[in-house]
């Protein structure tokens, strides 16, 4: 599990494709103290495996599904990552949960400047628009932020200059691809509030029935 408070900003040095999959090259230097094989590492927001570690880098797989519900199979060498190791049980949770399964990719339609702030506005797909709600959490390119609005075909952040700096935020142009991961908690909610399959003995939702009998009312 991550927080989506990016520790650095990494470079991807290189892609070694296979067919559907690849295998990535990111130059760093944080996330690699303490590290190990095996150890999660977030990437843009994508939750990758370390398969080898050297002094400046480390590597990681990434599969046909990994590539197809985000960007970074749309990625170049020379690209600018966020990275994020996986949270410690006894670290501060300063974000917001991430799970860095990334739910599909936005586009962004316009960026602009209001006094202090900046604005990044989203361009996404109504199946994700469907679990972005106004003060709500979502990761964009693993970075924990707070919507600040939202429509039927977009979604906008209002950031600090800070947040800008370290991270790739700085980099987003008009048009380019970001990774979303919506928040958890609303698709876990979706699921309980849909009605059971008949096959497995019960055919409603979460009613107030439901509730009543079990107590809660």
Aim: aromatic share 6%.
């Amino acid at each position: 599990m991550f927080t989506g408070l990016i520790e650095e900003i990494g470079i991807l040095k290189g892609i070694r494709r296979s067919g559907n999959s690849c295998v990535l090259t990111i130059e760093c230097s944080r996330v690699l103290e303490g590290s190990r094989i095996g150890d999660s590492i977030a990437v843009s927001g994508v939750c990758l495996t370390a398969t080898s570690l050297g002094s400046t880098y480390f590597t990681a797989d990434a599969m046909p599904e990994t590539l197809d519900r985000s960007a970074l199979g749309r990625m170049a060498a020379g690209s600018h990552v966020n990275l994020e190791r996986a949270m410690p049980a006894d670290g501060r949770f300063g974000g917001h949960i991430v799970s860095g399964h990334i739910d599909g990719t936005g586009t962004v339609k316009s960026i602009t400047k209001d006094e202090n702030a900046i604005w990044y506005q989203i361009e996404a797909a109504p199946k994700l628009l469907r679990y972005i709600v106004e003060k709500g959490s979502i990761a964009i390119d693993g970075i924990s932020l707070t919507v600040a609005r939202t429509d039927d075909k977009t979604f906008s952040v209002s950031i600090i200059p800070h947040t800008q700096k370290e991270t790739t935020l700085q980099y987003l142009r008009e048009g380019d691809a970001v990774n979303l991961e919506t928040d958890i908690v609303g698709k876990y909610v979706e699921k309980l509030m849909r009605p059971e399959p008949e096959e497995a003995g019960g055919s409603r939702g979460l009613t107030e029935d439901f509730l009543r009998e079990n107590g809660f009312i």
